[in-house]
């Protein structure tokens, strides 16, 4: 059974920071890319991070400079810091894993709800 579960999620005022966590289990190939996606209330789902294995990352626009994405392909975990925290960002997020050709493998987990209010 494969199994991603996100931590690290939580409610903080604007400007504050959280970390979130990914850890998988289960995953029967290698991990060629790791990202993280959020989904807002009456929103589509929208990439925030990703990175390879190669160590190459990319942001959208919202969050460069702001969120800073890590990992270890070899426990199959990744990482999300997430700084100077703004109300927009309130949505829930969620972890992916996946290989180079994506139909040949690809996983979610359940979400993390993050919340940014005064």
């Known amino acids: 059974q494969v199994r991603l579960v996100e931590s690290g999620g939580g409610s903080v005022q604007p400007g504050g920071s959280l970390r979130l966590s990914c850890a998988a289990s289960g995953i029967p190939f290698d991990i060629y890319a790791m990202g993280w996606y959020r989904q807002a209330p009456g929103k589509q789902r929208e990439l925030v991070a990703i990175?390879?294995?190669?160590?190459?990352?990319d942001y959208a626009d919202s969050v460069k400079g702001r969120f800073i994405i890590s990992g270890d392909n070899a426990r199959k975990m990744v990482y999300l810091q997430m700084n100077g925290l703004k109300p927009e960002d309130t949505a829930v997020y969620y972890c992916?894993?996946?290989?180079?050709?994506?139909?040949?493998?690809?996983?979610w987990g359940q979400g993390t709800q993050v919340t940014v209010s005064s």
């Open positions: 990175i390879t294995n190669g160590g190459r990352t």
């Open positions: 992916n894993m996946r290989q180079w050709v994506v139909s040949s493998g690809n996983y």
